[in-house]
C-alpha cells in the first residue's frame, strides 16, 4: 500500500479478459492498491516507463506476447519491476520459466484474494527496498559532492589505509592540515570515526 | 464334471487326429508313419498348449490308436508302444516349451514370438523325429540303411506339417485373430488372392511340366503380396492352401516318383518367408497405430487444458467480485453492491454457458458414429492396461454404434482409475472388463478392480466435474467421461461395492 509522501506503487494489471481485468481493479481498489489496466503485453510496452514502481500482475497466456516474454522485455529495458504470474492452465514449464525470469509468484486461477494480496504485498516490499536503497545512494552520492577537492585527495588517501602522517607526505602539506580536512570531512559526511568514513567511501563507490 | 470334460475334449480330438493322420499317410518310408507331411502333430501341439499338458496321456493313445488303425502297428505292440511314447513325449515338450515362452497370448503378435515359434518347433522335431525313428531303428524294423533318410523325412514331414497347421489352429482359438480372418472373408481381393495361388499351383503341377520343384519359385510371388496386404491371418490361409495343393499334385502325379521331401522343405521356405513378412507388415502397422493412440491421448490432453482454462476465466472474476463485495459490504458502500452483484450473475453465466458448450461438444460436433466390433473396444482398453489385467467377452455380442475414439478414451480412463484405486491392494492391482448383453439392445461393459471399492455416498459424487486431482490428467475424467457415455445413448454408473466397478452401458448396432 502507498504511503504518504512517497511515490505511489501501483498494481498494473495485464490480462486478455475485460472480467478479469476489472474485478481485479474492482478488488485490488477497495483493498487500497492503485491499479492501472492493459490487454495485453504490447499496450504495456507502449506505456511503460522505467521509472515506474509497484507491481506486475501478468496473465501468462496473452494474445501475442506472454507475460513470461513480457517480463524479458521489461528486464531488458532495465527495470526490475517484480512480476507476479498468474495462469488458468497451470503448466509446469511455464511457471519454471516463470521463475527463472525471478517472477515472485506464480498463481494458478481461480486464485484466493487473500494468495493474490500477499504475492503482491510481497511485491511490493521488494520493490520498496529497492527504492529506499536506491534513495540513500542518491543522498550519499550528494553529501560526496560537498567535498572540496582538496578534501576529495585527502578521503582518497584516508581510504587507501594512510595515516595522517603519510598522506601529508603524498600530498605535500603537513600533518596538521590533514588532521583539519579530515575533520572537516567527517562532519560532512555524518561520520564519527575512521571506520565509518571508510565503510562510506567504499559503499558509495560500488 | 472335470472328468467329463477331459473325456468331451479327448473324443474330439483323437477322431480329428486320426483324420488327418490318415490323410496326410502319403508316400511313407516302409510301412511307417515316416512321411512327408505330418500335420496331426500340430493338433497335439496346439491342444497341450492350450488346454493344457494334462492332455499328453490321450494323445499318446491317440497316437497309438492312429498307428493301429492306419497301419496295424507294423513294428509290432512293443516298439509301436515305445515310439508313441517318444512321439507323445517330444511333441508335450514342444507345447511345454512355447506355453512358456508365448504365454499370455499364444498368437505370433511379434518377430519375437514367431522366432520362438519357429525355433522351437524345428528344434523339437529334430528331436521327436530321433526319437521316433531311433527307436524303430533300434527295434530292426527299418531297412537297413535308411535310419538316416527316414530321420530327415521324419523331421522335414513334423516340421513343415507343425509350421503351416499350428498357426492355423493357434489363431481359430483367439477370438481377436478369428475376427481378423471373418473379416478377410468379407474382402474380394482375399478371392483373387486365393485365385491366384490356385492358378499357381496347377501351372507348377501340371500346366508347366516337368519337375514342380523347379517351378516353385513362382509361389513366392501371391504369397509375399498377401502376406504384405494381409498380414499374419492372410499368410497362414495362403500357406495352408499352398500345402494342400502340393499334397493334392503328389497325390495327382503319384506315379511318377516326386522329390516329395524336396517340395516340403520349399514349402518350409515358403512358409517361414511368408509368416516373417506377414509378422513384419503386422509390427509395423501396430507401430504406427500406437503413434497415431499417443497423438490421440496428447489432443486429449490439449483438450482437457483448453477446458480447465475455459472454465477457470469466470470463476476467478466471480471470486474477484465475491471478495469485492465482501469489502464493500465491510465497509458498509451498499449502494455498489447491486452492480457488483450484476458482474457475479454474469460471470455464473458466463460459466455455465462454458459447460453447456462442452457438452454440446459431445451431442453433436465431433462424434463420429461408426460400427464397432466390441472385441476391438476391449482389445485397445487391454493394450492401454499395465499390470494384470483380465478382458472377457460374452459370445456372440452384436457390434456396438460408437465413436470409437471416445469410447476407446472412457474404457482406458476407466481401466487406468480401476488400477490406481487397486494399487494398494496387498496382493496387487486386478483389473477385469467383463462385456455382456445388458438386454436386447444395450451392451454392459463392467470393469471391476480389487480395490476398496465405493460407499453409497460416494458412488454419485465421483463425476463431479474436475474433483480428480489426478497430475497426468488421464483424459478428461470420469464426468466427462459420462458426458461421452450418455452423449452415445448410454450411461455410466459407479456401483457401490466392496471392491471398485464401473459399469458403461453402451447401445448395440441396430439398422433396420
Known amino acids: 500500500m502507498a504511503e504518504p509522501g512517497r511515490a505511489p506503487l501501483v498494481v498494473y494489471v495485464v490480462d486478455d479478459d475485460p472480467s478479469i481485468r476489472d474485478s481485479l481493479a474492482l478488488m485490488l481498489g477497495l483493498g487500497g492498491y492503485a491499479t492501472r489496466l492493459f490487454a495485453d503485453a504490447e499496450s504495456f510496452l507502449v506505456a511503460f516507463d522505467a521509472g515506474w514502481s509497484g507491481c506486475v500482475v501478468a496473465d501468462l497466456r496473452l494474445p501475442g506476447m506472454s507475460g513470461v516474454e513480457l517480463q524479458s522485455r521489461v528486464r ?3 527495470s526490475a519491476i517484480p512480476f507476479v504470474i498468474i495462469t488458468a492452465h497451470g503448466d509446469v514449464p511455464a511457471a519454471r520459466t516463470a521463475f527463472r525470469a525471478q517472477a515472485v509468484d506464480f498463481i494458478e486461477k481461480p486464485f484466493d484474494d487473500a494468495q493474490l494480496r500477499a504475492a503482491i504485498d510481497t511485491a511490493f516490499a521488494l520493490e520498496q527496498r529497492r527504492i529506499d536503497a536506491a534513495e540513500l545512494r542518491r543522498a550519499d552520492v550528494e553529501k560526496l559532492s560537498r567535498l572540496t577537492l582538496r578534501e576529495r585527495e585527502v578521503l582518497d588517501q584516508a581510504v587507501k589505509g594512510l595515516h595522517a602522517k603519510e598522506i601529508a607526505a603524498v600530498l605535500g602539506i603537513s600533518p596538521r592540515t590533514v588532521e583539519v580536512h579530515r575533520t572537516r570531512i567527517m562532519e560532512k559526511l555524518e561520520v564519527r570515526n575512521i571506520a565509518e568514513l571508510v565503510r562510506f567511501a567504499v559503499a558509495v563507490e560500488r | ?31 511307417f508313419n515316416i512321411t512327408p507331411w505330418n500335420p496331426q502333430p500340430a493338433l497335439a501341439i496346439a491342444w497341450m498348449l492350450l488346454g493344457g499338458l494334462g492332455h499328453a496321456p490321450a494323445v499318446f493313445l491317440t497316437i497309438i490308436l492312429a498307428d493301429g488303425v492306419i497301419r496295424n502297428f507294423p513294428a509290432g505292440y512293443g516298439v509301436t508302444a515305445l515310439a508313441s511314447l517318444a512321439l507323445a513325449a517330444g511333441y508335450a515338450a514342444i507345447a511345454w516349451a512355447l506355453r512358456e515362452h508365448l504365454r499370455p497370448h499364444a498368437d505370433l503378435r511379434s518377430l519375437r514370438q514367431l522366432t520362438l515359434f519357429v525355433a522351437v518347433v524345428a528344434a523339437g522335431t529334430v ?23 527316414g530321420w530327415l523325412r521324419f523331421w522335414v514331414g513334423d516340421a513343415v506339417g507343425v509350421l503351416v497347421t ?11 485373430r478369428r475376427s481378423e480372418l471373418r473379416a478377410l472373408a468379407r474382402r474380394g481381393e482375399t478371392y483373387v488372392q486365393v485365385g491366384l495361388v490356385a492358378a499357381t499351383l496347377w501351372l507348377i503341377f501340371a500346366g508347366l511340366g516337368g519337375d514342380p520343384s523347379h517351378h516353385f519359385y513362382l509361389l513366392f510371388l501371391p504369397l509375399i503380396w498377401i502376406a504384405i496386404r494381409s498380414g499374419m491371418a492372410g499368410a497362414i490361409i495362403a500357406i495352408a492352401i499352398v500345402q494342400a495343393g502340393v499334397v493334392l499334385g503328389i497325390h495327382h502325379r503319384a506315379l511318377q516318383t516326386l522329390p516329395t521331401i524336396e517340395l516340403q522343405a520349399l514349402v518350409a521356405a515358403l512358409t517361414l518367408t511368408a509368416l516373417y513378412l506377414g509378422v513384419t507388415v503386422e509390427e509395423r502397422e501396430r507401430a504406427a497405430e500406437s503413434l497415431k493412440e499417443s497423438l490421440r491421448l496428447a489432443a486429449a490432453g490439449e483438450m482437457a487444458g483448453a477446458i480447465a482454462h475455459e472454465v477457470n476465466q469466470p470463476l476467478t472474476a466471480l471470486a474477484n467480485y465475491g471478495r469485492a463485495g465482501q469489502m464493500l459490504l465491510e465497509a458498509g458502500r451498499h449502494a455498489e453492491l447491486a452492480g457488483v452483484i450484476g458482474h457475479m450473475l454474469a460471470e455464473a453465466q458466463r460459466a455455465a454457458e462454458v459447460v453447456r458448450r462442452l457438452r454440446d461438444l459431445f451431442r453433436h460436433g465431433t462424434t463420429r458414429l461408426e460400427r464397432v466390433p466390441v472385441a476391438e473396444l476391449l482389445e485397445a482398453a487391454r493394450r492401454a492396461g499395465t499390470g494384470r489385467l483380465s478382458v472377457a467377452a460374452a459370445d456372440d455380442l452384436p457390434d456396438v454404434w460408437v465413436d470409437r475414439l471416445q469410447i476407446e478414451l472412457v474404457l482406458r480412463n476407466l481401466v487406468a482409475n480401476a488400477a490406481e484405486a487397486a494399487a494398494a491392494h496387498a496382493a496387487g492391482a486386478e483389473v477385469a472388463l467383463t462385456a455382456e448383453r445388458r438386454d436386447a439392445r444395450h451392451l454392459r461393459i463392467v470393469v471391476s478392480d480389487n480395490g476398496p471399492g465405493i460407499g453409497p455416498a460416494e458412488a454419485g459424487r465421483v463425476f463431479e466435474p474436475f474433483i480428480s486431482g489426478k497430475p497426468s490428467g488421464m483424459g478428461l475424467g470420469l464426468a466427462v467421461s459420462r458426458a461421452i457415455a450418455e452423449a452415445h445413448g448410454g450411461t455410466l454408473e459407479a456401483r457401490p461395492a466392496s471392491h471398485g466397478e464401473f459399469h458403461l452401458v453402451l447401445p448395440f448396432h441396430s439398422h433396420g
Open chain 1, 76 to 78: 531488458s529495458r532495465g
Open chain 2, 1 to 31: 464334471m472335470k472328468v467329463l470334460r477331459y473325456l468331451r475334449d479327448a473324443a474330439v480330438f483323437a477322431p480329428c487326429y486320426l483324420l488327418l493322420d490318415w490323410v496326410s499317410y502319403i508316400h511313407p518310408l516302409g510301412a
Open chain 2, 127 to 149: 528331436l521327436v523325429a530321433a526319437g521316433f525313428v531311433g527307436v524303430l531303428h533300434a527295434a530292426g524294423a527299418l531297412a537297413p540303411g535308411t535310419a538316416l533318410s
Open chain 2, 166 to 176: 499350428a498357426p492355423l489352429l493357434l489363431f481359430a482359438s483367439d477370438a481377436q
